[in-house]
């Protein structure tokens, strides 16, 4: 009786022993697999949390330098190089005081109308500056991710203005005189401005101008620019 009692004893440790020890194991198993898993899926799910913006205009002024290209006239290539500086009212207005020199250089139809047909006299006239008031208005701010940990702040901006613009005429007369001419100009155009900290960014744009062409018409060169901006209080 008693022999019986212990065998039926050690039968159900037995028992006991397969149902729970392998349950337990697997249970032991799995938290382990879980946490290298929840480990996994935890730095893939690491995102970088968008701060707020990194620059502010408002009540700041803007001081910028650049150059650029006005590529479509059919006698001239002119390469502007000025300067800005600009008021912003708030963050989405401001107004700004613009000033550039044009460098230029012939095209093949202009040298060729110069050399070959002499006909230098006859070339329209040529732009040499350009200055003006304009306001700006950024109704765009945005944020730009490079290789998931850098971000750049950025706006979009429009442009329109009036001011005056200085160009070179020649003369019909014999020899091709030249006299200076002042025009009242508009100008019309858009822009984005990367900005790098709190006081510096870069600056593109692109412009059309217009202005009274001698001999009657409008002419309207387009300018595109780039440029270095410092903002300061």
Do not use: C
């Not at 929840?38 to 910028?64: H, M, N, P, S, T």
């Not at 000033?99 to 139809?109: A, K, N, P, T, V």
């Not at 979009?156 to 005056?164: D, S």
Request: glycine fraction near 10%.
């Amino acid at each position: 009786m008693r022999v019986n009692f212990i065998l039926r004893g050690m039968v159900l440790v037995a028992l006991v022993g397969l149902f729970f020890g392998p349950t337990s194991a697997k249970a032991q198993e799995k938290t382990t697999l879980d946490q290298y898993v929840d480990k996994y899926w935890a730095e893939k799910r690491d995102i970088k949390v968008i701060q707020k913006r990194l620059f502010q205009k408002d009540g700041r002024f803007e001081v910028a330098l650049f150059s650029g290209i006005i590529p479509n006239d059919e006698f001239y290539l002119y390469f502007p190089v000025g300067g800005r500086v600009a008021y912003y009212i708030s963050e989405d207005i401001g107004l700004e005081l613009f000033g550039s020199y044009m460098f230029d250089s012939q095209s093949d139809l202009a040298d060729f109308l110069d050399t070959e047909m002499n006909l230098k006299s006859h070339l329209p006239q040529s732009l040499r500056w350009t200055a003006g008031l304009e306001g700006l208005w950024s109704p765009l701010h945005g944020k730009l991710g490079f290789f998931t940990s850098k971000l750049a702040h950025f706006d979009w901006h429009l442009a329109i203005g009036v001011g005056a613009l200085g160009t070179q005429v020649r003369t019909r007369e014999q020899g091709g005189a030249e006299k200076a001419k002042t025009d009242v100009a508009g100008n019309v155009g858009t822009g984005l401005n990367v900005y790098f900290d709190e006081n510096w960014s870069a600056r593109l744009e692109y412009r059309h101008y217009f202005y009274a062409a001698e001999g009657g018409g409008v002419s309207y060169p387009a300018e595109l620019t780039l440029g270095v901006s410092y903002f300061f209080d």
